[in-house]
């Protein structure tokens, strides 16, 4: 256990028995009152804003999380499994950690994914990742006007909006926060 002075910006403490993580952390000493911190938390899980005071003297649990980097392997079921680079383990991943990125994941692409004790709590795909185009409608010659768009679906059976130009068998470049085309790979 640790005292509530020695939080920082970014650590991850189990408070209340649920996992959340610090964004804000600030010492204030009101008038003749006694001083006290001020935290702004943001629950790990469910992504829930939570804010306490906690006095000086107070202890903490400050969570040990370990972030690094693995490779997609396969779907399996509400999981992803996926391997760690150096030691070859293999580990089952629930897809909901990814959030809407968890779409665009193919196989072979690092993910970067955060654990406590044993238990993943975090996990981040990439913030854009090459996909190739598996089927989308010829474009028209003559009809284009400014930015038009039309839909393809690329490998990983998601479909996004990209301009006319992009063909069958293109490959593009997709952010994977919000699912837009960014350019077409060559």
């Known amino acids: 256990m640790a005292k509530a002075s020695e939080i920082k910006n970014g650590n991850i403490l189990r408070f209340n028995g649920e996992l959340v993580t610090v964004e804000e952390f600030i010492h204030r000493t009101p008038g003749n009152l006694r001083a006290f911190y001020q935290a702004r938390m943001r629950n790990v899980k469910t992504g829930k804003l939570v804010e ?61 994914v955060a654990f406590e004790s044993e238990e993943p709590i975090m996990a981040q795909a990439p913030t854009s990742v090459e ?46 926060r919000t699912g837009d085309y960014i350019e077409r790979v060559k």
Request: aromatic share 12%; with cysteine; hydrophobic share 35%.
């Open 131 to 176: 996909l190739e185009i598996t089927y989308t409608e010829p474009a028209v010659k003559g009809d284009t006007s400014t930015n038009a768009m039309k839909n393809a679906t690329v490998e990983t059976g998601v479909e996004i909006r990209v301009p006319l130009f992009i063909n069958q068998g293109d490959k593009v470049k997709v952010d994977t």
């Open 52 to 112: 306490y005071r906690f006095r000086t003297d107070e202890e903490v649990e400050i969570c040990r999380v370990e972030t690094s980097d693995y490779q997609y392997l396969y779907p399996e079921g509400d999981n992803f499994v996926i391997m760690d680079n150096n030691s070859f383990e293999q580990y089952s991943i629930p897809k909901f950690l990814f959030g809407d990125a968890a779409r665009f994941i193919k196989e072979g692409m690092n993910v970067i």
